[in-house]
């Protein structure tokens, strides 16, 4: 195989794009700035009292903001990048034969993760682009088989989950029982075992609040200094390359999304003759579910889950939010907004790898120390402002270039490596 046999291959065009991903690309993008700019802002995003809360409102914030959109939007890309699997492989395989469908889609995937190990180690740790790449490669085994044996795969695939969630919430009764049984008590019958039950069971349930006097550590005080805390800190080098916590669940949501394409909803969503009872009714499932979760996150961290029921509820709440906000909008862009002319979503959408980068570097510019040095110093309601202002940016500047490319700059580029860089064999 030479590098001429790759040169009549040519990249989707843009005619060739089926607009409603590109819209849905478009709202994940923008919409996971709401929990990604917390990881500039704060040592410890995720702590339900201790940074960023100056006021009711604050927390009030962090609940809407946790119940709508934390990992919503992550599952729409990853079942968007389901999507784009079945797509990429369909075309490829129009164009070429056998291996050679395989070498392209490897070294689609490999400056993925070239790209994402680049954003890690230099501009954000908390980059989920080469999670992706890995996972992707899990996909190939699944995309010749029957949309029935998938559905198996992803039952047998989330029965993995809900098991670790059993176990998880068993060892938490466990706990809790001892620890009832350490402090029931006479103290004078307390071993130094039953005072660390005691000790660590309310260290870790007790309702707590920030303490403002404390210093905050910058997150990257130097730009030098950044680069060498996340090589510290990080485990690519180490041989992992994903996100252990979240490869079942990722793998299950871009197999849905594989799914779904086939159905032929993102062509046509009346090709569900139920299409809307059935986006609503996920939707609806979804929300009850993620309003129970993050209330509880949010105003009863100290108050011990020892529920098996909400245990296994709580297993996939934002992965079936997420599949709702993409059947939901999905119906409305076909429905109604096919036409509008000033195209917003679809043109984020079109750029996406370009915005989800160009976002990392605005907000390593605004917040850690080699920029404005921000860090810590605004209420999660404040943060808002910040969103809606970075929105706003990236719209215009998405706008601009589109004018005069085709292309988002890291589309071009990743499109190019993909293509451009076969050898000679």
Request: with cysteine.
């Amino acid at each position: 195989m030479t590098t001429e046999n790759f040169k009549n291959i040519k990249p989707t065009t843009a005619t060739e794009r089926i607009p409603s991903l590109d819209f849905l690309r478009g709202i994940a993008i923008l919409g996971i700035l709401f929990i990604n700019i917390e990881s500039f802002v704060y040592p410890n995003p995720w702590s339900s009292w201790h940074y960023g809360y100056e006021s009711s409102i604050d927390h009030t914030t962090r609940f809407w903001v946790y119940f709508l959109t934390q990992g919503k939007f992550y599952t729409m890309f990853a079942l968007l990048f389901g999507v784009g699997f079945v797509i990429f492989m369909e075309r490829i395989q129009q164009k070429v034969n056998g291996l050679t469908t395989m070498d392209i889609y490897a070294r689609r995937l490999l400056w993925l993760f070239v790209i994402g190990i680049i954003h890690a180690y230099f501009i954000w740790d908390g980059d989920i682009l080469y999670h992706y790449a890995v996972c992707g490669l899990f996909l190939l085994p699944f995309r010749s088989m029957k949309s029935k044996n998938l559905v198996l795969i992803v039952l047998f695939l989330a029965s993995f989950l809900f098991i670790k969630s059993y176990e998880s919430v068993s060892k938490r009764q466990e706990s809790y029982s001892n620890y009832t049984k350490a402090l029931y008590k006479e103290e004078a019958n307390r071993t130094d075992k039953d005072y660390k039950l005691i000790t660590s069971w309310e260290n870790r349930y007790t309702k707590k609040s920030p303490n403002l006097s404390e210093e905050v550590e910058v997150p990257k005080p130097t730009y030098w200094q950044g680069v060498i805390n996340s090589y510290e800190n990080h485990n690519v080098h180490k041989g992992e390359f994903y996100y252990q916590s979240l490869i079942l669940s990722t793998l299950i949501v871009m197999i849905i999304g594989m799914l779904l394409f086939r159905t032929g909803i993102f062509s046509d969503y009346k090709s569900w003759k139920y299409y809307w009872p059935i986006a609503v009714s996920v939707l609806i499932i979804g929300l009850a579910i993620n309003y129970l979760r993050y209330y509880q996150w949010t105003y009863e961290d100290h108050i011990p889950n020892i529920s098996t029921c909400n245990a296994l509820l709580f297993t996939f709440p934002k992965e079936i939010l997420g599949v709702g906000y993409i059947l939901i909008l999905n119906g409305a862009y076909q429905k109604y907004l096919r036409n509008v002319r000033f195209k917003v979503f679809t043109k984020i959408g079109r750029t996406a790898l370009s915005n989800y980068i160009f976002q990392s570097i605005i907000l390593g510019l605004l917040f850690y120390g080699y920029g404005f040095g921000l860090h810590n110093s605004f209420s999660r309601f404040e943060l808002l402002g910040f969103v809606v202002a970075i929105w706003a940016i990236q719209i215009i500047c998405t706008h601009i270039w589109l004018r005069n490319f085709k292309q988002g700059p890291l589309e071009f580029l990743w499109r190019k490596l993909t293509y451009k860089s076969f050898n000679k064999t």
